[in-house]
């Protein structure tokens, strides 16, 4: 099993949800010669959140491929929250590659994670037994990204463009300010059972 971001389109660019200005004013910086260094900096603290928290703070397109379909049940979709899926595509025994009707699984976006399940009166469909056997494509992602999770990254970006270098000689050893977990943990999804 495993799930990826799936790159966005060529001349498609994924919107951050901290915007330069934000870095801007979080850094006290008023003019755009960092932008760059800044926009890598954000991107990072993104990815930070997101790994930390199990969540696709941005909204984006995930794949997330299985052995096979449970038997029986839920599939939960990581990186919540679930918006919408786009396709789910299996193996039949027979080796063809074959794309499910969307009147055969329904979708529960109040959970977290979100769930795939086949429709009422239906079950999953046999499928091969080979790795990646079934494959769901899903979008995900905050419409709105949590004021915490902003804040956070924004303290981040902020350290780091204070503290360039991964230690700091003459001063006294310190690590990212402790708020950021903090703001981060209050927003960390973890495993049920």
């Not at 919107?15 to 926009?39: G, K, N, T």
Request: charged content about 25%; glycine content about 6%; overall charge negative.
């Amino acid at each position: 099993m495993s799930t990826i971001r799936v790159p966005p389109a060529e001349g498609e660019g994924l919107q951050e949800p901290v915007s330069l200005e934000e870095a801007r004013a979080q850094c006290r910086i008023d003019y755009e010669d960092e932008d760059a260094l800044l926009s890598v900096y954000i991107t990072a603290a993104r990815e930070h959140a997101e790994m930390v928290t199990r969540r696709a703070l941005m909204t984006s397109l995930w794949d997330h491929t299985l052995d096979g379909f449970p038997s029986g049940g839920a599939i939960r979709l990581p990186y919540p929250p679930l918006i919408d899926i786009e396709s789910v595509h299996y193996i039949a025994p027979d080796g063809e590659a074959v794309e499910m009707d969307e009147e055969l699984y329904r979708i529960d976006t109040r959970q977290e994670p979100g769930l795939l399940m086949p429709a009422h009166g239906t079950s999953w469909p046999a499928t091969r037994q080979m790795p990646g056997a079934v494959w769901i494509r899903y979008r995900a992602g905050y419409e709105a990204v949590p004021q915490g999770l902003k804040v956070a990254m924004l303290m981040l970006v902020g350290h780091w463009f204070a503290h360039r270098e991964a230690v700091q000689i003459g001063t006294a050893p310190h690590e990212v300010p402790l708020a950021v977990e903090r703001l981060l943990w209050a927003h960390r999804l973890y495993e049920v059972a």
